[in-house]
């Protein structure tokens, strides 16, 4: 059987209990238009992707904090700017 968390929840699971991976971080930001997420709200490529954005005329979103299991649930990869040495396994 599976290990269950606090939350009642199997360990894996839980955006709370889960162990973050190596070279991640727990929370992370995000915008509903992106593809990736960021481990700050002021990542320089995230800055550089709003600034895009409106240069070419489309809207921008706001940045939000978020799990990082909602994050890659949601099927997004690492801003490669902020987790520069982070090797997905």
Known sequence: MDERCIHDLVVQQCVDC???????????YITAGGEVFHRSSA???????????LSVGMDTHPRRRVALAEATAEGRGACAYCFWDYIPR
């Open 43 to 53: 990542c320089k490529a995230l800055e550089e992707g709003q600034e895009y954005a």
């Open 18 to 28: 889960a162990p973050v991976p190596e070279g991640l971080v727990r929370f992370v």
